[in-house]
């Protein structure tokens, strides 16, 4: 089973505005590449 529902996913999708399409199965190399997503600005746009 999913973690996560189909509706779930879409919604977060619409309202973070960033679809996640990087998938790493070490947990330190994801959060670094989040981090270099944010410090570039990836998440400026989607303050509310």
Same mark, same amino acid.
């Given at each position: ?9 879409? /919604?977060?999708? =619409? %309202? #973070?505005?960033?679809?996640? $399409?990087?998938? /790493?199965?070490? =947990? %330190? #190399?994801?959060?670094?590449? $989040? ?14």
């Amino acid at each position: 089973m999913a973690r996560f529902s189909r509706m779930r996913v879409l /919604n977060t999708m =619409l %309202e #973070v505005g960033m679809i996640p $399409v990087f998938y /790493n199965p070490d =947990l %330190e #190399v994801s959060k670094k590449v $989040v981090q270099a997503c944010a410090a570039g600005g990836a998440w400026k746009n989607c303050s509310k």
